[in-house]
């Protein structure tokens, strides 16, 4: 049986929520700010019936112009539907798609486990460098970790000076500091830097938090909501300098007390390889009362341009 491969109009996106994971599925939302610059491709039966999901992601630069590159995010074909190439068709097709709108490069990444195998088939048929570790993602329970007797979860004193404050409350003044001083002498990693961090979406404003010691921003911890109940730690920093002291823990805990607070029961994250300190604390601290901690696993796929015959 053939099947029609289509783009998915905005208006119908929403329907195809349950092909896709939770942490994707607010993209579907023609209202998401981020939803003109989704992919979203759908594999239909003779019926039109929707049997498969394809969903990417356009970057965009910080002033807004498209970049020559695309996230794939999920690919998804129903269980009794599966092992007929639809799959395959579907990353062929988004493939093609970005190919002919001058997108040169593909970027993937996932949790290693069995449920994955098969992706990872369609991938090495579609032409995707082999895969590599790159994150450790994981998930908690919020109450879980702030009340396990053996948590690692802790207030930590301020030091003089210092105070959380709601990340919308950073000042103008504050902010144009950050760029100066990232600019003068970089201490931020670019993912992590938090103006970045807000082009993601909305943040999530009850537990978006700044560590603020004499005035100045010295660390945050920025999530954004998922779904309800469930959070996810987008980005949280704190200046190396006062990493070995205690810093990242204390703001940990304060932003998964007004998350709790908030009514968010669990939390997710990712972390790449080249945060080490984080790394660190993760297999030192956090994994032992995580419900999971998990390799993610990432590739990439370069694509050609394509070609047009000039005219004889």
Known sequence: MS???????PGERQALAGMTFPSYQHLLDPANPLS??????SANDATGQPVGLL??????????RPEEEVTFLSLFVLPAQRQRG??????????????????????????????????????ARTGWAPSVMRMLSGKLNLADTLKHPDTWC???????????????????DQ???????????????????????????PVEPHCSIALEINGEIVGWSIP???????????????????????????LMHESFTRALQAG???????????????????????????????????SCCLLEPVRTESAQ
């Open 86 to 123: 639809i799959g395959t068709a579907l990353m062929e097709h988004g493939l093609a798609i970005c190919r002919a709108t001058g997108i040169r490069k593909v970027e993937a990444t996932w949790t290693d486990k069995p449920a994955s195998r098969p992706i990872e088939s369609i991938m």
């Open 175 to 201: 902010r144009a500091r950050l760029i100066i001083s990232q600019a003068e002498n970089p201490w931020i990693p670019d993912d992590l830097f938090p103006l970045r961090v807000e082009s993601l979406g």
């Open 3 to 9: 099947h029609l491969i289509r783009t998915v109009p």
């Open 224 to 250: 954004h909501a998922l779904r309800p109940g469930l959070v996810r730690g987008t980005a949280s920093f704190v200046r190396i300098d006062l990493q070995r002291r205690g810093r990242m823990i204390g």
């Open 264 to 298: 968010f029961t669990t939390g997710v994250w990712t972390t790449p390889l080249h945060h080490a300190h984080m790394i660190a604390l993760i297999h030192r601290r956090i994994a032992p009362l995580a419900e999971y901690v998990r390799e993610t696993r990432g």
């Open 36 to 41: 003109p610059r989704l992919i979203c491709l």
């Open 154 to 172: 802790i207030p930590v004193p301020l030091p003089k000076g210092g105070r959380y404050v709601p990340w919308h409350e950073v000042t103008r």
């Open 55 to 64: 969903m990417a992601h356009r970057e965009s630069s910080q002033d807004g």
